[in-house]
């Protein structure tokens, strides 16, 4: 009963100051932040999904889109 108990417990979001960020990623940050980066990716496709979240969730969405097996041409995306 207590394993389930803790499975409906909420976790608390794990609060990381900024000043003990890795310094490396200060440019990477600043350039999100203000629109001038990008990063090439391949679009496979959309498939719906039962969660929002988990990397067995997105591991089964690529294989699922990976057997589908229809191309397309490559895009660059800007975060803005």
Not at 5 to 29: G, L, M
Not at 34 to 45: I, M, N, R
Not at 49 to 69: F, P, T
Request: with cysteine; hydrophobic share 30%.
């Amino acid at each position: 009963m207590n394993k389930l108990r803790q499975s409906f417990r909420r976790k608390k979001d794990v609060y990381v100051p900024e000043a003990s960020r890795p310094h490396q990623w200060q440019t990477d940050e600043e350039g999100v932040r203000t629109g001038k980066c990008s990063f090439p990716v391949k679009y496979l496709g959309h498939v719906e999904v039962d969660e929002s979240r988990g990397m067995h969730i997105c591991e089964d969405a690529v294989k699922r889109l990976k057997a589908i097996g229809t191309l397309i041409e490559p895009f660059l995306t800007y975060v803005v």
